[in-house]
């Protein structure tokens, strides 16, 4: 990854010289390179998502001005050894994400009322593109509801075009910057917000601050079946080892809106 790392730059006549940040199980690397970030994404050639793939590049025509986010400046993929690699040259976010080393909110969050205010806009903004692209499906909730919340399926009844991948760690700020837009696409309505308050579960505060921001979604029908399909995503990675420090409180709160024990893996 280094090696294709250092010969995307060259390719693109960018010199990369801040520190590597990994992704989830070493698939992309990310480096500062002058006024660019540059982020290369390895997949085997005959096992490519080519929703993911092709994510970045689909949200930078599709989105909206409105979406604060880092703007797409050049692509350059190939192939070596039976891998495909994908290197995105893109703006240089100069703000930290929120949150480091994970999805899962690690301390609670002190951030101005103009900053939230400008999420809800953004999302609200990402709410109106209309795509085929689908982050969410139903046959994925009539499988998998009964699985890991213990309840029947629910129907979908309301969709929305949503970030898909909302947590801390894909957002900075202030000023409001949304981070990593490949898994973009239709959602249930409330699942985004109901990924970004399973995420802060740990940290009580900011999760409260959450569904007093986002009542408006949190607190309606669609927006409660939204939520419980993220959560029932993230217990399907606490069920394979993930976040094993937040599974508790996804269990906790799970059952608090369903009113049904978890299935116990």
């Excluded at 997949?43 to 880092?70: F, I, S, Y």
């Excluded at 981070?179 to 009580?204: I, M």
Aim: aromatic content about 8%.
């Amino acid at each position: 990854m280094r090696r294709a790392h250092a010969a995307a730059a060259r390719a693109l006549k960018v010199t990369a010289t801040g520190p590597d940040v990994w992704g989830w199980q070493g698939r992309t690397l990310g480096r500062k390179a002058g006024r660019w970030w540059l982020r290369l994404v390895c997949a085997p050639q005959d096992k490519r998502n080519l929703r993911l793939w092709e994510g970045t590049a689909t949200a930078h025509q599709a989105l909206p001005t409105a979406v604060p986010r880092p703007r797409l400046h050049d692509v350059l993929e190939w192939a070596a050894h039976g891998h495909a690699y994908r290197a995105e040259l893109s703006e240089y976010v100069p703000l930290p994400a929120l949150q480091t080393g994970g999805p899962v909110l690690t301390a609670d969050l002190d951030l101005p009322s103009s900053w939230w205010a400008d999420l809800r806009l953004a999302l609200e903004a990402t709410s109106t593109v209309v795509t085929a692209r689908q982050a969410v499906r139903q046959q994925w909730v009539d499988k998998n509801l009964t699985q890991f919340l213990g309840i029947s399926a629910l129907q979908v009844s309301a969709w929305t075009t949503g970030h898909a991948d909302l947590h801390w760690a894909n957002l900075a700020g202030p000023p409001l910057v949304l981070l990593d837009w490949e898994g973009w696409g239709r959602v249930p309505v409330g699942f985004d917000v109901g990924l970004l308050h399973a995420y802060s579960l740990t940290r009580p505060a900011t999760a409260a601050r959450i569904r007093r921001e986002f009542a408006h979604v949190l607190d309606t029908p669609a927006g409660r079946t939204g939520e419980l399909v993220a959560l029932a995503q993230l217990l399907q990675v606490a069920g394979r080892g993930g976040h094993p420090d937040l599974a508790p409180h996804l269990v906790r709160h799970a059952e608090c809106l369903t009113g049904t024990p978890v299935p116990v893996p």
